[in-house]
């Protein structure tokens, strides 16, 4: 075994791409030309679960379930350093993450599928800060959050797959795992927010901070509770929310195939030699 876990026959055989599955997206059983399994510890603890090693289409790619293989991890618990920096170090340059969430227009119907450009952070409390060497830490711009190129291949997979995309929207993360009060999804719905999660923060920003192409698809399971008169996440309306659910998750699996199999070295980009850092050292 190598220092990393990884088996010494399989030591050139590092993924530069990698799946973080959501919610309903725990296994992605359908990749079965499994390679190796590893769960390093990193400065920052383990990660979620082992990281799959698997060969599709003579792509290596990892994938890693963000809430665990048993989905036992809470949104806010999730180790997003560990996560991040375990794949980096395996050699992971590229993440398609997925997620689902709720609407907050009633233009964005259940079901749909939407390539987020922007966030807005609305949790707490989460460990979102990468401590650097010789004591210095990072202030990192943060218009664009998401790797536009990877963004583009995201959208272009969901269109070839027959899916309708919205193509640009702004996430509301939430704290979790509790979803919105009446009140808090009319706040974000008066501001013009589009959509609902609660795992894109710090994901998204720890992933920028590291250098890697980050993209995400989420996938519209219901209205949130803001929008009067609609299918939105109560008990009363399960059986069709579990129903869009479940469709939402084979779209994803489709739209992830259709990404592979269009995988090339263009997808390529500067995010890994951002010029913008600034550090500032303590006195």
């Known amino acids: 075994m190598s220092s990393f876990g990884i088996p010494v026959e399989h030591s050139f055989k590092r993924p530069k791409i990698a799946i973080i599955g959501g919610s309903g997206m725990c296994t992605l059983p359908e990749i079965d030309k499994e390679l190796y399994r590893v769960r390093p510890m990193t400065k920052y603890g383990l990660p979620s679960d082992e990281i799959r090693v698997c060969e599709y289409s003579g792509i290596i790619i990892a994938f890693l379930p963000r809430h665990g293989s048993n989905h036992t991890i809470a949104p806010h618990r999730v180790p997003y350093k560990a996560n991040l920096l375990a794949l980096q170090e395996l050699g992971v340059h590229t993440i398609f993450a997925t997620c689902i969430v709720g609407s907050l227009k009633s233009s964005i119907t259940p079901g749909s599928l939407v390539v987020p450009n922007q966030f807005v952070n609305m949790t707490w409390g989460r460990d979102d800060y990468v401590e650097k060497d010789n004591g210095k830490f990072l202030h990192l711009p943060m218009a664009d959050p ?3 190129t990877t963004r583009q291949k995201i959208i272009q997979a969901t269109e070839d797959c027959g899916h309708k995309v919205l193509k640009k929207g702004v996430v509301a993360v939430i704290q979790g795992p509790r979803f919105s009060t009446r009140a808090e999804s009319l706040f974000f719905m008066h501001n013009g927010w589009d959509i609902v999660n609660m795992t894109q923060y ?3 920003y720890l992933a920028r901070e590291l250098g890697l192409c980050y993209g995400v ?5 219901d209205y949130d509770v803001g929008i009067e008169s609609q299918l939105a996440m109560q008990s009363s309306n399960m059986k069709d929310v579990l129903k869009i659910f479940n469709r939402n998750i084979q779209n994803t699996k489709n739209v992830i195939f259709k990404f592979l199999d269009s995988y090339n070295t263009d997808m390529y980009c500067n995010c890994s030699k951002l010029e913008v ?4 050292e303590q006195k």
């Open 202 to 204: 710090p994901e998204c």
């Open 146 to 148: 998401y790797c536009e």
């Open 277 to 280: 850092h600034t550090y500032f």
């Open 217 to 221: 698809l989420a996938s519209v399971t």
